[in-house]
């Protein structure tokens, strides 16, 4: 069988780190799970179905522009990643796209067993800027986390991004998609910043 993961890396002092697609089927309980606790109110999937989520998770992987996927560490879900192109997302009204502008979200799993451990939150967040910004050949990071999730922001923060405007990204009514809208802080994270030299 071949190795379904698009980036992997060794994060020293957790073990190895691998980010595959998500499979919307096969990964639903988990993803339903995590998406369903009150720590993830934010995500905005509080009290869908698990069968909502596998279908909003099938509609985008029907979609060119947006793109989820799972992190695992040694093989356990740890969290979800998902990237979009901020010209075909409401982000794109808010703020001026640069060429090689990548949209990303992160949503991390809660603790395990064996409890939080100090550094996994940075030590993540560090393999997700290197499958984005250099696996991807991106150049800048925009994420938009709500303004009142206060722990998201300052993780952004602490990882090197520079926080941006707080804007209102527009409520979205479409068939197959309902966002409300959201007001976010928006924060940039550029190549050159998070791998100097």
Same mark, same amino acid.
């Given at each position: 069988?071949?190795?379904?993961?698009?980036?992997?890396?060794?994060?020293?002092?957790?073990?190895?780190?691998?980010?595959?697609?998500?499979?919307?089927?096969?990964?639903?309980?988990?993803?339903?799970?995590?998406?369903?606790?009150?720590?993830?109110?934010?995500?905005?999937?509080?009290?869908?179905?698990?069968?909502?989520?596998?279908?909003?998770?099938?509609?985008?992987?029907?979609?060119?522009?947006?793109?989820?996927?799972?992190?695992?560490?040694?093989?356990?879900?740890?969290?979800?990643?998902?990237?979009?192109?901020?010209?075909?997302?409401? $982000?794109?009204?808010?703020?001026? $796209?640069?060429?090689?502008?990548?949209?990303?979200?992160?949503?991390?799993?809660?603790?395990?067993?064996?409890?939080?451990?100090?550094?996994?939150?940075?030590?993540?967040?560090?393999?997700?800027?290197?499958?984005?910004?250099?696996?991807?050949?991106?150049?800048?990071? $925009?994420?938009?986390?709500?303004?009142?999730?206060?722990?998201?922001?300052?993780?952004?923060?602490?990882?090197?991004?520079?926080?941006?405007?707080?804007?209102?990204?527009?409520?979205?009514?479409?068939?197959?998609?309902?966002?409300?809208?959201?007001?976010?802080?928006?924060?940039?994270?550029?190549?050159?910043?998070?791998?100097?030299?």
């Amino acid at each position: 069988m071949s190795d379904p993961h698009v980036y992997e890396q060794v994060l020293d002092g957790f073990g190895t780190v691998g980010i595959r697609p998500l499979d919307a089927e096969g990964d639903a309980d988990v993803v339903h799970g995590w998406v369903s606790e009150e720590r993830a109110a934010f995500w905005g999937m509080n009290g869908l179905t698990r069968d909502q989520v596998a279908e909003i998770y099938a509609h985008m992987a029907g979609l060119d522009t947006h793109h989820a996927f799972l992190a695992e560490l040694d093989g356990t879900p740890v969290a979800l990643l998902q990237t979009y192109e901020p010209t075909e997302d409401r $982000v794109g009204e808010c703020y001026e $796209v640069e060429p090689g502008d990548i949209g990303v979200h992160v949503l991390l799993a809660p603790a395990g067993a064996e409890g939080a451990r100090t550094g996994w939150s940075a030590a993540l967040l560090g393999a997700f800027t290197s499958y984005v910004l250099v696996g991807l050949g991106r150049r800048r990071i $925009v994420v938009d986390p709500d303004v009142r999730n206060e722990k998201a922001v300052a993780r952004f923060l602490r990882h090197g991004f520079e926080a941006g405007p707080v804007v209102t990204l527009p409520e979205i009514d479409l068939p197959d998609v309902y966002l409300p809208e959201k007001k976010a802080q928006l924060a940039f994270l550029r190549r050159e910043v998070a791998f100097p030299g």
